[in-house]
C-alpha cells in the first residue's frame, strides 16, 4: 500500500491537507471523501521531527474499494484524573466490558454501595463520551448471567433502534424464563442514575 514506504509504525499524524487530525475517525472520514489516485499531504510527528510527507490514495478491494493509504491506526490519548485511579485489564478481552468496567471503578470511588445489594450483571463498550455501544453475542451474556443469578442486566439500547442489543436480550431472557430485570442504557449516565434510584434490597 503507498505509506508503506513513507510512514513508520509509532508515526503520530496531526494533518491532512492542512485539515487537523485529533481522532483516528477523523482520519478515516477525509481520506473516504477522497478518490483514489488523489495526493495527500500528511504533517506527521516521528521522534519529535515534524515531517510532511505526500501520499497517494489507493483503493482497497477487500474494503469495498473505499480509497485509503494502508495504515492501522488509533487514537492516542492521555487521561488525568483526579483522584489517581490504578487498575489491571489485562485480563479483558474486547470492549463489551466496558460499561460494567466503568461502573466498578464508580462504585469503588464512592463511600455507598451502588448496586444496593442486587446482583447487577450487563454488556456494553463504552466510549470516551460515555456513550454506551452495541456489542456481539449478547444472548449468550444473557444466559450467563441468569445462571449466575443476576437480578439486573444492562443492554445498549442503541437510541431505541429495530433489533438493538436491548430487544435481543430482552427475547433472550423470555426464551429462558428468566426473572432478570433486563434495562435498555444507551450512557454510563443512564446506567448510573437507574442504580441510584433503587430501593434497597434490605429495605424490601
Known sequence: MPASDVLKPGDRITGINGHPIEKANDLIDYVGSKQAGEIITVDVERDDHKLTKKIPLKNFPENDNKPGIGIKLVTDRAVQVNPDVNFSS???GGPSAGLMFSLEIYD????TDLTQGYQVAGTGEIDYQGNVLPIGGIKKKVVAADKEGCDIFFA???NGATDSNYERAVASAEEINSDMKVVPVDTFSEALDYLKQLQSTEEG
Open 90 to 92: 489485562g485480563k479483558i
Open 108 to 111: 469503588q470511588l464512592t463511600e
Open 156 to 158: 445498549p439500547n442503541e
